[in-house]
């Protein structure tokens, strides 16, 4: 079993994790809403803003996984996505990915209220 961890209050993440929940993946997937549910990251160790701000799989031997990495996890239960799940984490072409990922995760995470607010949440703790 894999845990994804995902933000339930941005349109693109609700729309992504829709699509696999319809689908049949190798490995029993359980999926958290990080942004309505963020006790669920106490035994992590991460803040809600840190996951908020990347995507986060927990592999099956309790391994979590962030950003490309852990979609290549996710992608690589689903038919169809496997080839492209070994296609980002390629040596010569995960660190563009990683990049461009990390770029646009900073865009998104700064165009969203909830977001933002996890920050004051956090430095209060």
Known sequence: MITVYYDGKC???SREIGYFRTRTPKLPIVFHDIARQPEVLERLGISQAD???YFHVEDE???????VRAFALMWGQYRGWRVLAKL???PGVRP???MIY????HMRFARYPHCKASLALDAQN
């Not at 031997?61 to 950003?67: A, C, F």
């Open 88 to 90: 980002v984490v390629l």
């Open 51 to 53: 996951a908020l701000l």
């Open 61 to 67: 031997d309790g391994q979590l996984q962030s950003g």
């Open 11 to 13: 349109g693109l993440c």
């Open 102 to 105: 990390r770029k646009f995760a």
């Open 96 to 98: 563009l990915v990683d």
